[in-house]
């Protein structure tokens, strides 16, 4: 996975806060560090303990609900300047979903990788898209972003690759 050629800063052991605030604090790269943070969350998932599990059970190669928030909230911080989710960060949507074999998230991982993927895909078409914090949200259905009209998205990416 590309997201591990990016590494966060030497601070080790960080929690989940320091990996947002982290984000948050770039100037540069964000989709990387992003990225390079989601991985962390894979490999803490892959043990079931780690820096971004502390203070809480965990069984290993298991998504909780905690997990999924710290995604969105790593995507949405990412995010700040407007920018698509990024190839590398649904790339490692990708991962945790591989290794996260359990779920106990009430659906909240499975939602997040499919608008995150979505969200990438009409980002990198040239759609118009609601912002990260809107689009990833738990609460925000896939049906209403762009007012619901699905047919000229799909139109958008064929049309894209095709040139």
Do not use: Y
């Not at 964000?30 to 989601?38: H, I, K, M």
């Not at 190839?87 to 991982?109: H, K, M, N």
């Amino acid at each position: 996975m590309r997201a591990h050629e990016f590494e966060l800063s030497p601070h080790a052991p960080r929690g989940a806060d320091d990996l947002v605030a982290e984000i948050a604090r770039s100037t540069s790269d964000a989709a990387a560090r992003s990225a390079a943070a989601l991985a962390l969350v894979c490999c803490d998932i892959i043990a079931g303990d780690g820096p971004t599990m502390a203070g809480r059970a965990h069984f290993s190669r298991t998504i909780d609900a905690a997990d999924a928030a710290l995604c969105a909230r790593i995507l949405c911080v990412a995010g700040r300047a407007g920018h698509s989710v990024s190839r590398v960060e649904a790339d490692a949507l990708f991962a945790i979903d591989a290794v996260g074999s359990g779920r106990v998230d009430d659906g909240c991982f499975d939602d997040l990788l499919a608008k995150a993927v979505l969200h990438h895909l009409m980002g990198a078409a040239g759609t118009t898209i609601p912002g990260r914090e809107q689009a990833l949200a738990r609460d925000n259905p896939l049906d209403d972003w762009g007012g619901g009209d699905r047919a000229g998205c799909g139109a958008a990416i064929l049309a894209r690759r095709s040139s």
